[in-house]
């Protein structure tokens, strides 16, 4: 045991160089945000707009809740069979 020593380990200092990914500063309800040019309120988002986004992920989950009914289906009626719901 005293022959091996365990290295200590440095903490890894991270400095903030004002560089983002994205644009955080609408976070947390706050309805405007500051870019370098000027300052602007972002527009809020439209009824029409709202109802396209929502149709668009409506669409792109049926194929998958299909799917998920129809395995789910052909297991109950597998287990029906099985268990003798025709033996009457």
């Given at each position: 045991m005293s022959d091996k020593?365990?290295?200590k380990r440095t903490k890894t200092q991270y400095?903030?160089?004002g560089r983002t990914i994205a644009d955080m500063s609408g976070i947390n309800g706050r309805k405007e945000f500051h870019t370098?040019?000027?300052n602007f309120v972002?527009?809020?988002s439209t009824l029409k707009d709202m109802?396209?986004?929502y149709i668009k992920t409506v669409k792109s989950m049926l194929?998958?809740?299909f799917i998920t009914l129809g395995a789910l289906t052909v297991v109950?009626?597998?287990a029906y069979l099985i268990l003798g719901g025709f033996s009457q």
């Open positions: 020593k365990k290295k400095y903030d160089d370098d040019d000027n972002r527009p809020r109802f396209k986004t194929v998958p809740m109950f009626f597998l």
